[in-house]
T-cell receptor, first 120, second 111 residues
Framework: GAVVSQHPSRVICKSGTSVKIECRSLDFQATTMFWYRQFPKQSLMLMATSNEGSKATYEQGVEKDKFLINHASLTLSTLTVTSAHPEDSSFYIC????????????????FGPGTRLTVL | KNQVEQSPQSLIILEGKNCTLQCNYTVSPFSNLRWYKQDTGRGPVSLTIMTFSENTKSNGRYTATLDADTKQSSLHITASQLSDSASYICVVSARASKIIFGSGTRLSIRP
């Protein structure tokens, strides 16, 4: 199956700093990438959908100025948490979808291993 | 409203026993249904994917069923192992790329 990586796997930062998380599709080109947040014992919550070369689409309630998403290439999307605060501490997971019409199933999503963010 | 509901919320069973997790959905128009396994602190990993015409699909000790008429799916785990302890998430895709996640079932296998 396709592989999606995330970096870093965990990060601890001070309140007020910005943190960048990278999501890479290693063996396929991802026209669409998704960013999720997951709080303890809860399911994944979609934050935004990122399309290569265009602005991300944010879900209701997600501040686009706080969570900056850049999908600069077909294999890389980044999420920057700006001016992070303790309430932003969470598990951030990205997923990537290959283009339709290829060898993968329609709407197939491959998930990264996640990034644990702790804001002190 | 498109929804995916899973039950039970959590489950504890002894190693070697079987168990069945449930997923009910109201997603329309239906495209496919996936079961994912998510280990603690890791991203979800796909177990099975089923389309409208498929009733059952197996992946090792995991067997998923789908009843498109009643809009129900189940994931059966046979001869559970300690490594099966994880959250199991049911994800339903609607056409036009809408994807809806269930809240998951937390499964704990005890020795």
């Amino acid at each position: 199956g396709a592989v999606v990586s995330q970096h870093p796997s965990r990060v601890i930062c001070k309140s007020g700093t910005s943190v960048k998380i990278e999501c890479r599709s290693l063996d396929f080109q991802a026209t669409t990438m998704f960013w999720y947040r997951q709080f303890p014992k809860q399911s994944l919550m979609l934050m935004a959908t990122s399309n290569e070369g265009s602005k991300a689409t944010y879900e209701q309630g997600v501040e686009k100025d706080k969570f900056l998403i850049n999908h600069a290439s077909l294999t890389l999307s980044t999420l920057t948490v700006t001016s992070a605060h303790p309430e932003d501490s969470s598990f951030y997971i990205c997923s990537a979808s290959p283009p339709s019409g290829g060898t993968y199933d329609r709407n197939e999503q491959f998930f990264g291993p996640g990034t644990r963010l702790t804001v002190l | 409203k498109n929804q995916v509901e899973q039950s039970p919320q959590s489950l504890i069973i002894l190693e070697g026993k079987n168990c069945t997790l449930q997923c009910n959905y109201t997603v329309s128009p239906f495209s496919n249904l996936r079961w994912y396994k998510q280990d603690t602190g890791r991203g979800p990993v796909s177990l099975t994917i089923m389309t409208f015409s498929e009733n059952t699909k197996s992946n090792g000790r995991y067997t998923a069923t789908l009843d498109a008429d009643t809009k129900q799916s189940s994931l059966h785990i046979t001869a559970s192992q300690l490594s099966d302890s994880a959250s199991y998430i049911c994800v339903v895709s609607a056409r036009a790329s809408k994807i809806i996640f269930g809240s998951g079932t937390r499964l704990s296998i005890r020795p």
